[in-house]
T-cell receptor, first 112, second 112 residues
Framework: SQQGEEDPQALSIQEGENATMNCSYK?????LQWYRQNSGRGLVHLIL?????REKHSGRLRVTLDTSKKSSSLLITASRAADTASYFC????????????FGKGTKLTVNP | KAGVTQTPRYLIKTRGQQVTLSCSPI?????VSWYQQTPGQGLQFLFE???????NKGNFPGRFSGRQFSNSRSEMNVSTLELGDSALYLC???????????FGQGTRLTVV
């Protein structure tokens, strides 16, 4: 079952621009994570934000979490062609029976 | 430290057959989870094993089963394959108490 919904489904930008992706979820969570997937391969963990945190940074990544709106955003600054990938949010739901519940992802294309 | 290893990487099977996929977690990780990824349904949780016990299970038919060995290696089995089982099957391992999941490269299963 999909808990998270990413928005937009696809995003195309130029190198150097910022990319913002949004994620909404349905139930109370312990934490929310963002993953990257290159071309149908394995997922790579990017960043985790706990339910009591509002913002977190890691290099060129900035994640925000608004538990009142059940939403999160991922900002990639100064994007590079190598950032081209699909990005997924995943929630670790409180009391949930699933390990991680993923959204459908945002496909990001960064044009050189 | 070696990452999560999944074998085989690619597999072609005929409808009605059964298949076994293997996953070796990162050394020291005792939690192994399996996910199915398809274009239509996205990433869906199959099951999670911890110390040889199934801890959580997703909403999949009984044809999908798994197990975990004492060395934390895990296998999943799909019996009576259907065309709709064609997917990328991803395995992830986590250390005890950590929400972060480390994914393997996946096994691409094609059912013809």
């Amino acid at each position: 079952s999909q808990q998270g919904e990413e928005d937009p489904q696809a995003l195309s930008i130029q190198e150097g621009e910022n990319a913002t992706m949004n994620c909404s979820y349905k139930t109370s969570i312990n934490n929310l994570q963002w993953y990257r997937q290159n071309s149908g391969r394995g997922l790579v963990h990017l960043i985790l934000i706990r339910s009591n945190e509002r913002e977190k940074h890691s290099g060129r990544l900035r994640v925000t979490l608004d538990t009142s709106k059940k939403s999160s955003s991922l900002l990639i600054t100064a994007s590079r062609a190598a950032d081209t990938a699909s990005y997924f949010c995943a929630t670790d739901a409180r009391g949930g029976s699933e390990k991680l519940v993923f959204g459908k992802g945002t496909k990001l294309t960064v044009n050189p | 430290k070696a990452g999560v290893t999944q074998t085989p990487r690619y597999l072609i099977k005929t409808r009605g057959q059964q298949v076994t996929l293997s996953c070796s977690p990162i050394s020291g990780h005792r939690s192994v989870s399996w996910y199915q990824q398809t274009p239509g349904q996205g990433l869906q949780f199959l099951f999670e094993y911890f110390s040889e016990t199934q801890r959580n299970k997703g909403n999949f038919p009984g044809r999908f089963s798994g197990r975990q060995f004492s060395n934390s290696r895990s296998e999943m089995n799909v019996s009576t394959l259907e065309l709709g089982d064609s997917a990328l099957y991803l395995c992830a391992s986590s250390s005890t108490g950590s929400a972060e999941a480390f994914f393997g490269q996946g096994t691409r299963l094609t059912v013809v």
